[in-house]
């Protein structure tokens, strides 16, 4: 599976981005997916994910409230929706598909990782 995230970008803080992740095959709808982000100060921390359905999902405590996580099974895609961003939420972020149906907090549970799209929050 092939994976490209989309919709990075500059934002004040306050602002909203989306961001999207397109998979290459009609599989993708066996898997749960994640968002993760990276920073030059942290490693890559989980985000976000959300089951195969789509009728399950979970968030890091940082950005709960914040952010929502949706897919579309039919177009091969999944989204992240970032609003009231914080400069702390500056980083490069990454989709990935899990080994299995539902998503998991931990890297090693994802086997297909996207290219990542860089967020950047000014204050």
């Known amino acids: 599976v092939q994976l490209q995230a989309s919709g990075g970008g500059s934002v004040q803080a306050g602002g909203s981005l989306r961001l999207s992740c397109t998979a290459s095959r009609r599989t993708f709808s066996n898997n749960g997916m994640g968002w993760f982000r990276q920073s030059s100060a942290k490693e890559r921390e989980f985000v976000a994910g959300?089951?195969?359905?789509?009728?399950?999902?979970n968030y890091a405590d940082p950005v709960k409230g914040r952010f929502t996580i949706s897919r579309d099974n039919r177009k091969n895609s999944m989204y992240l929706q970032m609003n009231s961003l914080k400069p702390e939420d500056t980083g490069v972020y990454f989709c990935?598909?899990?080994?299995?149906?539902?998503?998991?907090?931990?890297?090693?549970?994802?086997?297909?990782w996207g290219q990542g799209t860089l967020v950047t929050v000014s204050s």
């Open positions: 990935a598909a899990a080994r299995g149906s539902w998503y998991s907090v931990d890297v090693g549970d994802y086997n297909y």
């Open positions: 959300i089951t195969r359905s789509g009728d399950s999902s």
